[in-house]
C-alpha cells in the first residue's frame, strides 16, 4: 500500500456520525500541505480544492467520502447503571452484542442485550450498555444523556494483503481521497474537490449541502460496497479482491452512464482491475450530489467489503489501492 500507517491511524480515530471533529482535524492536517484552497463548512464538511489547468472543457469534479461512523447514542441511563441507547445510522443488533465500544471521553463498555439477542430483532432499543457502572449516579459520573459511542476494532492484517478494523466504512474512501490528493500536481485539467462529508450514516445529509456550495459538474461517491462472496444475508456478485468497483447502480441512485463509461475506459486503459457494482440495499453519498441544485452528474467508486457496519469489516489492499488509481485517472480525463 501506498501510506499503510495512515488507513490504520484513521481506523482507529473516533468520530460517530454528528461527532466527526476528531477526524477532520487529522485530514485537515494531512491535506493542507497539498491543498490549494481548503474549507470547513458550518455542517462540519472538510472541502479540499486542487485548482486545475483551465480550458474550454475544464470541469468541477467532487469526490465525496465520509468521515463518520456508525455508532449509539445514550438516551436513558436506568437504575442499576445500564445505559439504553439509540442508533446513530444502521447498526445490526447481532454484530453488536457483546461488542466493545468507546465514548469520546474514554470510557468504555459493552453491549449486551435485554433478553435472547434471537429475539431483539435489529431492534437498537432491546440493547444496552454497560461501562461497569453499580447505580444510575455512579453512571452520570462518567457518561450523560445524548453522549455518543463507537466500537472499537484495532486494525489487523490477514492474510492474502486483505485487513481488518472497525471503521473501513468509510475511511477507506478517506484514505483514498487523502493518497489521490498528494498525488495531483495541478496539472490535471480539472478542479478537483476532495470533500470529507459529514453524517452520510444519517441520511448522506453532508455531501448534499456541499454538492451545492461546489456546484460540480460532476459528483463521485468514493466508499464502501457490502461483499457477496461469502455466506451471507444479501445477494449479488461483489467480492474481494476482484478490484475496485464502478456504480451502476443502488437504492438511492442510478449513475450516469456516461460516467460508468468514462470510469470504465479509465480502468481498462491503465490497467486498473475493476468490477461493476449493482446493490439492491443500502446507497452512497452519490444519491445526495446527484439530487443537488439543478441535478449533478453522479457515479460511485467503492471497495468492496466484508462484513461491513460492525467493529470488523474486511477489505483488500489491492482494491483499495485500485480505487486511488481510478480516482487520479478520472481526474485527468478532458473529455467528460
Known amino acids: 500500500m501506498r501510506d499503510e500507517e495512515l488507513l490504520k491511524e484513521l481506523t482507529q480515530l473516533w468520530g460517530v456520525a454528528g461527532y466527526e471533529k476528531e477526524v477532520r482535524r487529522y485530514i485537515e492536517e494531512k491535506a493542507a500541505p497539498y491543498a490549494d ?28 467520502a465520509h468521515m463518520d461512523e ?70 452520570q459520573q462518567y457518561v450523560h444523556l445524548g453522549d455518543a459511542c463507537g466500537y472499537l476494532g484495532e486494525y489487523m492484517e490477514l492474510t492474502n494483503d486483505r485487513i481488518c478494523a472497525k471503521t ?6 478517506c484514505y483514498q481521497l487523502l493518497e489521490a490528493l498528494k498525488e495531483n500536481d495541478g496539472t490535471y485539467p480539472n478542479d478537483i474537490y476532495y470533500v470529507f462529508c459529514v453524517q452520510e450514516e444519517l441520511g448522506c445529509r453532508g455531501s448534499k449541502v456541499a454538492a451545492e456550495r461546489i456546484k460540480p459538474d460532476i ?25 475496485i468497483g464502478i456504480k451502476i447502480c443502488d437504492p438511492s441512485v442510478v449513475c450516469d452512464e456516461d460516467v460508468v463509461a468514462a470510469m470504465i475506459c479509465c ?4 490497467g486498473i482491475k475493476y468490477q461493476r457494482e449493482v446493490i439492491d440495499q443500502g446507497g452512497t453519498d452519490a444519491s445526495s450530489m446527484n439530487l443537488s441544485g439543478t441535478g449533478v452528474k453522479a ?31 478520472f481526474s485527468r480525463l478532458t473529455d467528460l
Open 168 to 173: 473501513l466504512d468509510n475511511r477507506i474512501g
Open 37 to 64: 484552497e481548503m474549507i470547513t463548512d458550518a455542517i462540519g464538511n472538510l472541502i479540499v480544492l486542487k485548482k486545475g489547468k483551465q480550458g474550454p472543457d475544464s470541469k468541477k469534479i467532487m469526490f465525496a
Open 219 to 243: 459528483g463521485v461517491a468514493v466508499d464502501i460496497s457490502p461483499a457477496h462472496d461469502y455466506p451471507c444475508d444479501l445477494e449479488g456478485s461483489n467480492a474481494l479482491d476482484e478490484g
Open 70 to 139: 456508525i455508532g449509539f447514542m445514550v438516551k436513558t441511563i436506568e437504575a442499576d447503571g445500564r445505559l439504553r441507547v439509540c442508533n446513530l445510522g444502521w447498526n445490526w443488533t447481532a454484530s453488536a452484542y457483546n461488542s466493545r465500544v468507546r465514548f469520546r471521553n474514554g470510557v468504555n463498555g459493552v453491549v449486551s442485550c435485554m433478553g435472547p439477542i434471537e429475539e431483539a430483532g435489529n431492534k437498537a432499543g432491546k440493547l444496552y450498555i454497560d461501562i461497569g457502572a453499580t447505580s444510575r449516579e455512579d453512571a
Open 299 to 329: 457515479g460511485g467508486i467503492v471497495v468492496v467489503t466484508r462484513y461491513p457496519h460492525c467493529q470488523s469489516a474486511v477489505a483488500s489492499k489491492k482494491d483499495i489501492e485500485a480505487g486511488v488509481d481510478l480516482i487520479n485517472a
Open 267 to 270: 480502468c481498462e486503459k491503465n
